[in-house]
């Protein structure tokens, strides 16, 4: 049992540590859209129901409370159980400043970053389904954008 328990707590392990790699950020950082992840009332993986496949949760903290479930390989699983897309039409622009991309309309706080116009511009990316998640388009000028504290003027 106990040999049982170590190959869990490894697999967790490693399977938190690809998530957090996927998503190009390590814990408490900056999300990759530049925003600050959300602080949440609860756990989102202690309040969201996982399915069938899923043998680990890692919490995502950008763009909202969000549970990310992974099967034993490190792939992700449950994607419909965690409101995620199917196709762009699924995903909106949200967040007080319009700087989150989400399945559902997310309450942010109140503030204006100046990066945040960098997401305004559709020469610069979009909002849309990306391998099952909404997300802003990762492009070369969403990065320079971002990198320079947004758009020039």
């Known amino acids: 049992m106990k040999k049982l328990e170590a190959m869990q707590t490894l697999t967790f392990s490693a399977v938190a540590a690809l998530a957090l790699a996927a998503c190009g950020r ?3 950082s900056v999300c990759p859209d530049g925003s600050e992840p ?31 479930f992974y099967d034993a390989s490190g792939r ?33 706080t109140c503030e204006f970053r100046p990066e945040y116009a960098c997401y305004a511009d ?11 998640r909404c997300d802003w388009a990762r492009t070369d000028a969403l990065a320079q954008c971002l990198a320079s504290g947004g758009p020039a003027q």
């Open 26 to 28: 390590a814990p408490d």
């Open 38 to 68: 959300v602080q949440c009332f609860a756990d989102p993986c202690s309040v969201t129901p996982a399915c069938a496949e899923a043998v680990t949760c890692v919490a995502n903290y950008c763009g909202g409370c969000n549970a990310e």
């Open 76 to 108: 992700r699983v449950c994607l419909d159980s965690s409101g995620d897309c199917r196709s762009d039409a699924d995903c909106t622009v949200s967040g007080c400043s319009g700087q989150v991309c989400a399945a559902e309309p997310v309450v942010t």
């Open 122 to 132: 559709p020469e610069v990316t979009r909002c849309g389904c990306d391998a099952g």
